[in-house]
């Protein structure tokens, strides 16, 4: 995960200071190469902070949360606070979302800040020990400090796309000067503009490449904190499964959830389209031991092995075989292997 991190910021700083490079050329400043990258970066920076300022009032606005009252819901409280207490971290705020659909997030700009909001669905539809696998992996987002780490590395495609729509604008509104320096401003601010486009696409797989790494490491957290990789296991398949019927559209918040309902959806559809292959008692109806068996089949897919590089979070087949290599482990070696993270 830590070369992610630094691939992509090695890319950004580079972009910054190519770009700056070629709007001081169209514009005709002349400023020392450190001087412009200091500008741009400074500004990159106040960017990333003003996102990073405002990201969890978004959240909570979109999300229509509400946070619990003390004693509102006991065992919830009780079950978040003894895993938390477990895992060393703060006990976030609780909070509700009004939503039928099994997800559940965490989010805050400060480790000592964190909220964890379940959705009612999740609630309703999971067992008191598939919550617990689910409040342990949104426990290791805590941390691992993921909602901050991904809020920062999220604006680098964000920046790099402004960029882009600003070349391109200037391009077509054009500007002021004589025909020489503005066709000679025009190239440069062009090869930015390509510059920008090419490092928003590379960025933007880079940070939904991290994202999906976070989410399996939230999920290995999880199955050494609980002891019980197959509570997550189970979730993660009912999760999914309920994401997938459900009618409401994807939420612009999804790459915050524990599975995101637009990947749920894709999943189950083409399970679904082969359902007689996968039917083994032949009732019409898959139940979560088929639909496993079948995620499991899915893995074999080179298309799906393709189509992840562009998805916020893993399969849910490859999250459920991970959590089985783990539960194997567990039972021939117990918990105290010295890196958990070594099968990702």
């Known amino acids: 995960m830590y070369s992610t991190v630094i691939i992509t910021l090695f890319i950004f700083v580079a972009f910054i200071a190519v770009v700056s490079v070629f709007i001081s050329a169209a514009v005709g400043v002349d400023f020392s190469p450190v001087g412009i990258l200091s500008g741009a970066l400074v500004l990159a920076l106040i960017f990333m902070l003003i996102q990073f300022a405002i990201s969890p009032s978004i959240v909570r606005l979109t999300t229509r949360l509400r946070y619990l009252r003390p004693g509102e819901n006991a065992w919830l409280e009780q079950t978040v606070g003894k895993l938390a207490q477990e895992a060393g971290v703060k006990q976030p705020r609780l909070a509700i979302v009004p939503d039928q659909t099994p997800n559940a997030f965490v989010f805050g700009n400060s480790s000592s800040n964190m909220t964890l909001a379940v959705h009612q669905g999740l609630l309703s539809q999971l067992s008191e020990d598939e919550i617990r696998g689910v409040i342990a992996h949104e426990l290791g987002h805590v941390r691992h400090k993921d909602s901050i780490v991904m809020t920062f590395m999220s604006a680098i495609p964000l920046i790099a796309y402004v960029v882009v729509r600003a070349a391109f604008g200037f391009q077509v509104y054009g500007g002021s000067g004589r025909r020489g320096e503005r066709e000679n401003g025009f190239a440069y601010i062009l090869l930015a503009g390509i510059v920008a486009l090419a490092v928003y696409f590379i960025s933007q797989l880079l940070v939904l490449r991290l994202s999906r790494l976070r989410e399996s490491f939230a999920d290995v957290f999880s199955a050494y904190l609980t002891e019980s990789p197959r509570n997550l296991e189970s979730a993660l398949t009912r999760i999914t499964y309920g994401l997938s ?26 399970i679904i389209q082969q359902k007689s292959k996968y039917d083994l008692d032949h009732n019409g109806v898959l139940d979560e031991h088929e639909l496993e068996l079948a995620m499991e089949e899915e893995a074999k897919s080179h298309w799906r092995s393709i189509n992840e590089a562009f998805a916020t979070h893993p399969p849910t087949f490859k999250r459920i075989l991970l959590l089985r290599q783990i539960e194997q482990e567990i039972q021939s070696r117990g918990t105290g292997t010295q890196n958990i993270y070594s099968r990702i």
């Open 245 to 270: 019927i459900a009618p409401q559209d994807t939420h612009g918040a999804r790459a915050l959830f524990i599975a995101d309902p637009a990947l749920a959806k894709q999943e189950v559809a083409g």
